[in-house]
């Protein structure tokens, strides 16, 4: 039985050489078009996580269909208005943003800083005052919900760095409002990250509803909500679910969430637009028959693809240039690590030297990870 393979430009990946990522520009636009679709049915606005894939390319095509930019490095911001996001649609998080990344967020004018301590707020509100401006700011809160996600991934818990505790926001709040250089337009939420029992998202409306009411009763009622990124993909089955479900994820927040008149919803998706549309294309170097295993040894490794070796992640692959019975193979990279397998145990079509693999949702967090351990080139990329 051939196992299932997705549609690929396989005669033009054979004059290319590897290992690369191939981007289905057709699948991101269709993506990209149901969450247009999606989001504008409530008026939320989107702001892609560029941190998941800031290619230039890709970044250009995100930000024709409309989309802010989510960055978390001063860099990033960069990136962002140069692929064309608009620096007024453009949200910095960062427990740690610089003087120099703070200076450059004022100077373009960025909509908004998702501020995550009181140290930062200080530096915000005195860099702002030496240029003469004021800096939009909304508050990091860490609503303490457990996303049920690799521990990794989980941000939203007391336990982990990011944001301020929902029970020190008041006290924060009143400091932000103080400051002559600061104005405060929203608070930010963000959980975690490949969040796939939407039920922690119905935990966090909860908390935002319940803070509203707190506020309300302050008298403090604020223009932004951002509920963060985190919406989960289907890393076992991307032929059959290569979109993430948005109309759900969208119609959970209209449900639960309870937005004050000319409250704006903000969110920041990264893997849900990106990680479908990638693959990491390599080819097999070796078939190396060992004592109980057979390894198939391909020319991308753990710098190319880190999230395996990383988080234990899984990528579904596939043997796009084999229709031979199958067997079973630990497919494996060339590092010098012995964490450097993609995946053991794997069912493909039967491999040869030369063979060229597919590793499939790799568009988010995949090349943007890349490093050049062992001096290896930085993995190229291609659109198609
Ligand atoms: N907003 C904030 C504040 C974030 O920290 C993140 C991701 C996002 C949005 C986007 O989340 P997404 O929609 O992509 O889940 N390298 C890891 C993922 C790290 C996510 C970090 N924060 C991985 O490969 O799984």
């Not at 710098?303 to 596939?318: F, G, K, Q, S, V």
């Not at 060229?356 to 050049?372: D, P």
Request: glycine share 8%; charged share 25%.
């Amino acid at each position: 039985m051939e196992l299932l393979k997705g549609n690929f430009p396989i005669e033009k990946f054979k004059t290319i050489e590897t290992p690369f990522y191939y981007y289905d520009e057709s699948l991101l636009r269709q993506t990209l078009e149901i969450i247009k679709s999606e989001s504008t049915k409530y008026g939320y606005k989107v702001h892609y996580a560029v941190k998941a894939n800031a290619n230039a390319d890709i970044l250009r095509i995100i930000a024709s269909y409309g989309l802010g930019a989510d960055c978390v490095s001063g860099n990033e911001v960069q990136a962002a208005i140069e692929a064309g996001f608009p620096a007024s649609d453009i949200v910095f998080a960062g427990v740690g943003k610089t003087d120099k990344e703070i200076n450059l967020a004022l100077s373009h004018g960025i909509f908004c800083f998702n501020a995550e301590s009181l140290p930062e707020l200080e530096v915000i509100n005195e860099l702002a005052e030496k240029k003469g401006v004021t800096a939009n700011i909304a508050l990091r809160i860490n609503p303490n919900v457990d996303a049920h996600t690799h521990h990794y991934i989980t941000t939203g818990l007391n336990e982990n760095k990011f944001g301020f505790n929902l029970e020190d926001v008041e006290d924060v709040m009143d400091v932000v409002i103080k400051a002559k250089n600061l104005n405060l337009i929203g608070v930010h939420f963000h959980i975690g990250s490949q969040i796939t029992d939407l039920s922690s998202y119905e935990d966090l409306c909860v908390k935002i509803n319940d803070l509203q009411d707190q506020l309300e009763n302050k008298g403090i009622i604020l223009p932004n909500v951002n509920i963060g990124g985190g919406l989960g993909i289907n890393y076992e089955h991307p032929n059959h679910f290569p979109i993430a479900d948005f109309e759900t994820y969208f119609r959970l927040f209209n449900k639960n969430l309870h937005l004050r008149e000319g409250q704006t919803l903000h969110c920041e998706p990264g893997r849900s637009v990106v990680a479908q549309c990638g693959s990491l294309v390599t080819r097999v170097t070796y078939v190396k028959i060992g004592t109980t295993k057979k390894f198939a040894i391909v020319d991308a490794g753990m710098t190319d693809l880190i999230r395996p070796a990383l988080y234990e992640a899984y990528h579904r692959i596939e043997n796009i240039t084999s229709d031979e019975p199958g067997d079973t193979y630990d497919v494996v990279g060339p590092i010098c690590e012995s964490s450097d397998v993609f995946q053991k145990d794997v069912r493909l079509n039967k491999v040869r030297r030369g063979d060229l693999l597919v590793l499939r949702s790799a568009g988010a967090y995949g090349e943007i990870m890349a490093s050049r351990y062992n001096l290896r080139e930085l993995p190229k990329a291609i659109i198609l």
